[in-house]
């Protein structure tokens, strides 16, 4: 195959080879970064809790009246009592939070009291020695709470712990040889907190951008927090009871006191739901990304489509006389994909150009991250198929123009 | 002549359906995304306070310091005692402080169990300064604030629930396990963003329910409901301590007219922060900013990442059809050189070449219009599958986006046959009169 003759008809069609180059580029940059985005979005989705997902719900309790921290500790135990009491119920812990809540309580973690410049930060949660059970996760050094060691704090009083349990993630980053278990660090206090337990993994409150830092690092502090407010209660239903476990334990907190207020709509939630409701931005996200590649592809695909055809028909009368002259019905069909190729080199080679340029544009203004390199290399190889099948339908009706046009119109 | 122009390009545009169809489900769908897009985008980015953005300031201190602050910016809110001083120091015209509130409403009239609320904590200037219309009554004033009276203003959402819509002005309200009385109740008000309270919040959430006194609030040590954020070791045993500690947690606004009086309370912040660096309560020297509404909005980055990039790769989407759109208007213009031709030899003006194909392009724009209002009200509907729920219901369709996405159309396709029109103009007739 010579590329000369295939130059030499294009330089006549300099706008239309134009044209499909350049719409080529931008889908290759679009379509590009696009799948980046999905990839992103759905591997921060899909990243796990360490949680027993499945059997787990959280119930939000807010107390109806201005209760002093002695009255909001005894309607906790009372209310701990009654759930963990439930058929359907596995075991109920207090917290001031759950995983994927959206936000909540997080410290800075020093390692000395003088220390200025934070270590490292953690996500807080305050609960009892049911909580490693309820959660599901799984203890890897150490030992659980005591529950002497479980003690009633107000908010904003001075009941810091001596004794936490921290996730792996954090014992790595505190102690990077290993040696975390019985050593201490410091939380935004003067003394010391001591770490008896290590859990395997437990996601954070929250899994916005800025805690991407740190990712999975929580503590476990052995406090019941006693807030003017309200509380949340994890609960982990026995597996299949969920729906069950769900019903009965808003009936028995109602039943437990009136003077409280959990929400018909989302007071008592599922942890699926809650999942729903942490990623659906993430998730929002990869779905129009996906629906702009596909109508994009689809788009640039018949725009070749309409091109080459016209082309084809432009150029009847040059196909009969190649034939007459001896061209093979091959030559022709290989001549029209030849001429794509060529399009489509000088699109995608523009459109890398494009890809990197917004990808770096994205990076300075919309918090993004560097394109990987197949990316790029696996966004080229579509388009370049795109266009080749997009060329086919019309290149195979050129193959098969018959050398007798040639002598017609002459 | 208009008439006669559609009519021709109708003609024409039958003549290749499957072209033509391309044509249009190519503009349709990239005006569609473009203007779905747009419409969160639009909501999500509008001026909450047009009338008044330039003239409400949110004023920073940073009592953090190098150590702590944000890489050189202050911090988000204000500390109790800093707050306290701006308030006392009365420089602005008007002032308030607030924190976001959420407390349960106690039984009440013919309901027997109590429901949740959530407001904000405010001084009685919010009210003049964010110009918030009232239904019933007012808000409250000064003096109130100074004798910390239990006062309270209601949404009128609120209102309807609590007394049936009834005037409810003199009558009390128990929040929180305390008597408030109602002063006021305010119209639907929910400016989007909600710039006023950006700490620890997205701006996008349910309106308040009430708006309680800032002082009494205070007095009952109602906790915050929103972000309380502290730096560096601190020693935190009960209320008192933490008013007095480092943590941040008050959002101050001022309302400022002129150039004046915005560099009269820049410098004031300025020398409060020396005062307080004298005084040896700050190791740093003064570091204070004054950002109006716009600027307030910027720095805090209320537009959510997802509408600007979905914007973004809509509108790329958008060109990249205007792109395929040259190409197949390229093809079928110069299909009819031929026609093009005969008409030109018959006398039609190179003018009225341009005329008949532009006529035919925004006919092609119509149609694809039509398409993306289609498709735009569909995708509205379905908006909550792809944006957050408290963003997603902002998206909506009015008159002003169903001009644009049939104006955008038009003009992006008649945009795009200017090219393919020129060379459809450019034939000439004496050499396709000849081969054909």
Same mark, same amino acid.
């Given at each position: ?25 931008? #889908? =290759? ?39 002093? !921290? ?50 490292? %930060? ?8 049911? =909580?490693?059970?309820? =959660? ?7 030992? !659980? ?21 921290? #996730? ?88 437990? !006191? ?72 091959? %030559? ?26 917004? !990808? ?48 017609? #119109?002459? | ?35 779905? +897009? ?126 049936? &819509? ?19 109740? +305010? ?159 018959? &006398? ?58 049939? &104006?955008?159309?038009?003009?992006? +396709? ?23």
């Amino acid at each position: 195959m010579h590329v000369q003759p295939i130059l030499a008809a294009l330089r006549r069609h300099k706008a239309g080879t134009a044209l499909i180059a350049l719409q080529i580029a931008l #889908t =290759l940059a679009i379509v590009c970064n696009a799948l980046f985005i999905i990839h992103q979005r759905l591997s921060h989705l899909s990243e796990p809790t360490g949680i027993d997902e499945a059997n787990l719900f959280v119930i939000e309790s807010q107390w109806a009246g201005d209760l002093s !921290n002695q009255q909001v500790d005894s309607q906790i135990q009372s209310d701990l009592a009654a759930l963990r009491q439930l058929p359907g119920v596995r075991d109920a812990a207090p917290s001031n939070s759950y995983p994927l809540r959206g936000g909540g309580w997080d410290d800075f973690i020093m390692m000395t009291p003088e220390q200025k410049e934070k270590t490292t %930060d953690a996500s807080v949660y305050l609960s009892d020695e049911h =909580l490693l059970d309820t =959660l599901g996760v799984k203890l890897i050094a150490g030992r !659980n709470f005591r529950p002497d060691e479980i003690e009633p704090m107000g908010e904003r009083e001075d009941k810091m712990p001596s004794v936490a349990i921290v #996730t792996k993630a954090l014992a790595d980053k505190l102690y990077p040889d290993g040696s975390a278990l019985g050593k201490t660090f410091y939380s935004m206090s003067p003394r010391p907190i001591t770490i008896i337990g290590i859990i395997e993994r437990l996601q954070r409150q929250e899994v916005d951008t800025w805690s991407r830092d740190y990712v999975y690092q929580d503590m476990l502090w052995p406090r019941r927090l006693d807030t003017q407010w309200g509380t949340y209660y994890i609960v982990r239903a026995k597996p299949g009871q969920l729906a069950a476990a769900m019903r009965e334990s808003r009936k028995a907190l109602i039943a437990q !006191n009136r003077m409280r207020i959990i929400d018909p709509d989302d007071g008592v939630l599922s942890f699926a739901e809650i999942r729903h409701r942490a990623y659906d931005s993430d998730r929002g996200m990869a779905i129009l990304m996906g629906i702009i590649c596909a109508v994009l592809l689809v788009i640039t695909g018949a725009g070749i489509v309409g091109l080459t055809s016209f082309w084809v028909g432009q150029r009847r009368k040059q196909i009969g006389i190649r034939r007459a002259l001896g061209a093979t019905r091959h %030559d022709i069909l290989g001549y029209f994909l030849a001429e794509n190729l060529l399009i489509g080199v000088a699109g995608v080679l523009i459109g890398i150009v494009l890809a990197v340029a917004i !990808n770096l544009w994205m990076i300075m203004h919309v918090e993004m991250t560097r394109l990987p390199l197949w990316y790029v290399l696996a966004s080229v190889a579509v388009l370049l198929l795109l266009g080749q099948g997009a060329a086919l339908a019309p290149a195979l009706r050129a193959s098969r123009v018959s050398p007798v046009v040639a002598t017609r #119109t002459i | 002549m208009f008439a006669y122009y559609f009519d021709l390009a109708l003609r024409s545009l039958k003549r290749n359906p499957v072209l033509t169809g391309l044509m249009v489900v190519a503009i349709g769908f990239g005006v569609a995304a473009s203007m779905i +897009t747009y419409s969160v985008f639009r909501a999500v980015s509008g001026d909450p306070i047009p009338d008044k953005s330039a003239r409400l300031f949110a004023p920073q201190i940073d009592s953090w310091g190098p150590e702590h602050n944000l890489k050189g910016e202050p911090p988000l809110a204000l500390n109790y005692v800093d707050a306290m001083a701006l308030m006392h120091a009365h420089i602005a015209k008007r002032q308030t402080l607030l924190y976001p509130v959420s407390l349960p409403v106690l039984p009440a009239g013919n309901r027997s169990l109590p429901a949740k609320g959530s407001g904000y904590a405010v001084y009685g200037d919010f009210f003049r300064m964010f110009e918030v219309p009232f239904l019933y009554g007012d808000g409250w004033s000064t003096a109130q604030d100074e004798s910390r009276a239990a006062v309270v203003v209601l949404s009128e959402e609120f209102n309807q629930k609590q007394f049936g &819509g009834a005037n409810s002005v003199g009558r009390e309200i128990n929040i929180g396990g305390h008597d408030y009385r109602i002063v006021g109740v +305010t119209r639907h008000w929910n400016p989007v963003p909600r710039f006023y309270s950006l700490f620890g919040s997205s701006g996008f959430g349910r309106p308040a329910d009430f708006y309680v006194s800032f002082t009494r609030a205070l007095d009952l040590r109602t906790d915050t409901a929103g972000n309380n954020s502290c730096r560096g070791t601190i020693k935190m045993s009960g209320w008192d301590d933490w008013l007095h500690s480092n943590c941040v947690w008050i959002e101050p606004w001022v309302e400022l007219d002129n150039a004046n009086e915005v560099a009269r309370y820049r410098s004031f912040l300025e020398a409060y922060s020396a005062d307080q660096q004298r005084a040896g309560r700050f190791s740093w020297a003064p570091n204070v900013r004054l950002r109006d509404v716009t600027e307030w909005l910027e720095y805090m980055r209320v537009v959510p990442p997802e509408s600007r990039i979905s914007l973004l790769v809509s509108l790329g989407f958008l060109v990249i059809c205007l792109v395929n759109t040259i190409g197949l208007l390229l093809a079928k213009f110069m299909r009819r050189a031929g026609e093009i031709g005969v008409r030109r030899a018959l &006398g039609a003006s190179r003018r009225e070449i341009y005329m008949q194909f532009l006529m035919e392009a925004a006919t092609v724009g119509l149609f694809g219009g039509l398409l993306g209002l289609l498709l735009t009200a569909a995708g509205i509907s379905g908006v909550g599958l792809l944006f957050r729920p408290e963003i997603a219901r902002l998206a909506h369709v009015d008159l002003v986006l169903v001009a644009m996405t049939l &104006g955008v159309a038009v003009t992006a +396709t008649v945009v795009a046959a200017f090219y393919p029109t020129w060379r459809a103009a450019q034939v000439q007739p004496a050499w396709h009169l000849k081969t054909n």
